[in-house]
């Protein structure tokens, strides 16, 4: 083999991010990408000022940690893409506070429980709410904590879009703010968040009904603004398998229904992915309630 056709040493993470800032645009939003995938993360692209993926791509389920992959996401998408990150395998899970449907920081009040963001690592978001992070406690598993905790708060567990992120809020930019330090050096999250959230059933006290991930306020807002973007498909799926698990009612309606509200969102979805995700809420239903539940 001769000297130059030899291959060439494995660069160290940090010559992989200097040659990258050398040889492409110095993009805010590539910078905070390397820093999150140096911080242990996984980093997916979203279309540039909202939360959807990419024509074609799968969003979090892309989500990389190898800087030259993410760096041919951005030369094929775009150096200006909205970043988010996987929060599967990261022991961290996101208390998404909204401020704008649903006062979720007035729910908080209400239930005696406050957040003093002063002390935490979170980020504001366009619709100036909150994304908390924390540090799941030894012996807790994200799959053992439900998402949907009271009305406008949530538990994200899977993905978050990032600062320096943005959204059109009313035609204009809007952007996620970080505050805090690195999402890595978050807090443990409090004994009475993981008390709120926890859906494990205990000897003697077996858990029957099933537990929404949404609200009855949070569907109430669907039904007159639309299914919200990046959220589309769960809401699709929940909100027609909810209606579909009532009694007699007809499937027909419901799926006229699904249609209705489709068309309300900002950016509704397709026809054909509207049908499959309904057959797929409907199959469920039918799955469920041959086997005696609801």
């Given at each position: 083999?001769s000297e130059?056709t030899?291959?060439?040493?494995?660069?160290?993470?940090s010559d992989?991010?200097q040659?990258v800032?050398?040889?492409f645009i110095?993009?805010?939003?590539?910078i905070?990408?390397?820093?999150?995938?140096?911080?242990?993360?996984?980093?997916?692209?979203?279309?540039?000022g909202?939360?959807?993926?990419?024509?074609?791509?799968?969003?979090?389920l892309d989500?990389?940690?190898?800087?030259?992959?993410?760096?041919?996401m951005f030369?094929?998408?775009?150096?200006?893409s909205?970043?988010?990150i996987?929060?599967a395998?990261?022991?961290?899970?996101?208390?998404?506070?909204?401020?704008h449907?649903?006062?979720?920081f007035?729910?908080?009040?209400?239930?005696?429980?406050?957040?003093n963001?002063?002390?935490?690592?979170w980020?504001m978001?366009?619709?100036?709410?909150?994304h908390v992070?924390?540090?799941?406690p030894?012996?807790?598993k994200?799959d053992?904590?439900?998402?949907?905790?009271m009305?406008g708060?949530?538990?994200?567990t899977?993905?978050?879009?990032?600062?320096?992120?943005?959204?059109?809020?009313?035609?204009?930019e809007?952007?996620?703010?970080?505050?805090?330090?690195?999402?890595?050096?978050?807090?443990v999250?409090?004994?009475?968040?993981?008390?709120?959230?926890s859906?494990?059933?205990?000897?003697?006290?077996?858990q029957?009904?099933?537990?929404?991930?949404?609200?009855i306020?949070?569907r109430?807002?669907?039904m007159?603004?639309?299914?919200d973007?990046?959220?589309?498909n769960?809401q699709i799926?929940?909100f027609?398998?909810?209606?579909?698990?009532?009694?007699?009612?007809?499937?027909?309606?419901v799926y006229?229904?699904?249609?209705k509200?489709?068309?309300?969102s900002?950016v509704p979805l397709?026809?054909?992915?509207?049908?499959?995700?309904f057959?797929?809420a409907?199959?469920?239903?039918v799955?469920?309630?041959?086997?005696?539940?609801r």
């Amino acid at each position: 083999m001769s000297e130059d056709t030899k291959k060439a040493p494995e660069q160290k993470f940090s010559d992989q991010v200097q040659e990258v800032s050398n040889n492409f645009i110095k993009s805010d939003y590539i910078i905070k990408s390397h820093d999150l995938i140096q911080q242990g993360f996984k980093v997916y692209l979203l279309a540039q000022g909202t939360n959807v993926p990419y024509a074609h791509s799968r969003g979090h389920l892309d989500a990389t940690n190898n800087v030259r992959e993410l760096t041919d996401m951005f030369l094929k998408y775009g150096a200006n893409s909205n970043i988010g990150i996987s929060l599967a395998d990261t022991g961290i899970a996101v208390l998404d506070i909204d401020k704008h449907s649903t006062n979720g920081f007035q729910s908080l009040i209400q239930s005696g429980h406050t957040l003093n963001l002063d002390n935490e690592i979170w980020e504001m978001t366009p619709r100036s709410g909150a994304h908390v992070f924390f540090k799941l406690p030894d012996g807790v598993k994200a799959d053992d904590l439900k998402h949907d905790l009271m009305a406008g708060v949530e538990l994200l567990t899977d993905k978050v879009t990032v600062a320096p992120s943005i959204k059109l809020v009313d035609g204009i930019e809007a952007e996620y703010k970080h505050f805090g330090g690195n999402i890595i050096k978050c807090s443990v999250m409090p004994d009475w968040l993981v008390k709120m959230a926890s859906n494990v059933a205990t000897s003697g006290n077996r858990q029957k009904k099933r537990v929404p991930r949404y609200s009855i306020d949070q569907r109430i807002n669907m039904m007159i603004n639309g299914f919200d973007v990046g959220e589309r498909n769960n809401q699709i799926m929940s909100f027609a398998g909810w209606l579909l698990s009532i009694r007699n009612i007809d499937p027909n309606l419901v799926y006229e229904l699904v249609q209705k509200i489709n068309s309300y969102s900002a950016v509704p979805l397709p026809d054909k992915e509207v049908n499959t995700i309904f057959r797929s809420a409907y199959n469920r239903e039918v799955k469920r309630a041959s086997m005696g539940g609801r």
